[in-house]
């Protein structure tokens, strides 16, 4: 088994690490130019700043940094002083600065590292370009960015190019599943659900873990008690800080109500509510119904994402009784 520094925290990452440290030992350090495009931030900088580390350590074994040699001690206090770290996009001026005054030690290896840039400043990425064209070897350049940022043909030829994809189900299930040591079925079924309800992204899957999974039982048990429960309280238990969280997960319910009623049971949201599908809104007998009430949630969703200030008591009592309405429960 490979050993790696504990910095490597994501397993998704690994198989990165390792290719990348490869090709570098075969290259004999010759790649100094690298882009990692990604979908989804996934926590990239552990990924990058890892390798930084191993690039700038002065006593590497195969993929392990020392962590006790200066430039290690150095790089971990933030003081190493041939390093940069750029974030976002600045004016070329900056950049100039930076790379000049980097220029004046001329024996240690160089690193800029410049985080989610959008090259969208012409006078930048031709300077870039004429840098990357003069890199002497003594310059590691280092971008990330999102994979539908147009990046100029010209500086991408100069880069080697790395697309960091989403790690697949299988692997965020097995890392939150040993992170949490859940043992029984149902909550294995939990941990799938908040994996699918944050599309696939680990970091969001365990935000999802840790803090919403509260929320989504209240509106279980909301939807379950709808037509007990005098409407102003409804608004209110809703109508919070957690007011979109709390509408997108009506819309997944909904959703995963019609692929229950098509036994499409593989593509569940909410795996963990799957006795819940099968034993509520058992007085439905059209399913445009729930099409519509889909559409009206979707649409309260939009307007308070896009409309500042709106009433959203207003809009929630409207729904709230559209809901009453179509999912045949009587007040």
């Known amino acids: ?16 690490y390792i290719d990348i440290i490869n090709i570098l030992n075969i290259n004999k350090l010759k790649i100094f130019n690298f882009i990692f495009k990604y979908s989804c931030k996934l926590n990239i900088n552990i990924l990058i700043l890892s390798l930084i ?55 240690d290896i160089k690193i800029i590292y410049f985080d989610n840039f959008k090259f969208n400043n012409y006078y930048v990425n031709n300077f870039l370009l004429k840098i ?58 939990i941990i799938l659900s908040c994996i699918r309800l944050s599309n696939n992204s680990p970091i969001n899957s365990l935000v999802w873990i840790k803090k919403n999974i509260l929320i989504k039982k209240n509106i279980v048990n909301l939807i379950l008690n709808l037509n007990k429960l005098n409407i102003d309280n409804i608004i209110k238990n809703i109508n919070n800080d957690n007011l ?37 809104f058992k007085n439905i007998d059209n399913i445009y119904n729930i099409f519509l009430v889909l559409d009206k949630i979707i649409f309260c969703l939009s307007v308070i994402k896009n409309i500042n200030n709106i009433n959203r008591n207003i809009l929630l009592y409207d729904l709230i009784n559209f809901l009453l309405i179509n999912l045949n429960i009587k007040k």
């Open 1 to 16: 088994m490979v050993k790696l520094n504990k910095d490597i925290i994501y397993s998704w990452f690994k198989s990165y």
């Open 53 to 107: 580390k191993w690039i700038l350590c002065r006593r590497k074994i195969k993929y392990l940094s020392c962590k006790v040699c200066l430039n290690c001690i150095l790089f971990r206090n933030k003081n190493y002083f041939n390093y940069y770290y750029i974030s976002n996009n600045i004016n070329i001026d900056f950049i100039k600065k930076i790379y000049n005054k980097l220029l004046i030690n001329i024996n």
């Open 132 to 189: 990357l064209e003069e890199n002497n070897g003594k310059f590691i350049f280092i971008f990330s960015c999102s994979d539908n940022i147009n990046i100029p043909n010209t500086l991408l030829s100069r880069l080697f190019s790395l697309k960091i994809k989403f790690p697949t189900e299988k692997i965020i299930f097995k890392w939150l599943y040993n992170k949490f040591n859940f043992n029984d079925v149902k909550n294995k079924n």
């Open 244 to 280: 979109e969280i709390n509408l997108y997960i009506l819309i997944t319910l909904f959703l995963d109500y019609i692929k229950y009623k098509y036994r499409v049971i593989k593509y569940l949201y909410n795996l963990d509510l799957y006795y819940f599908f099968k034993n509520s």
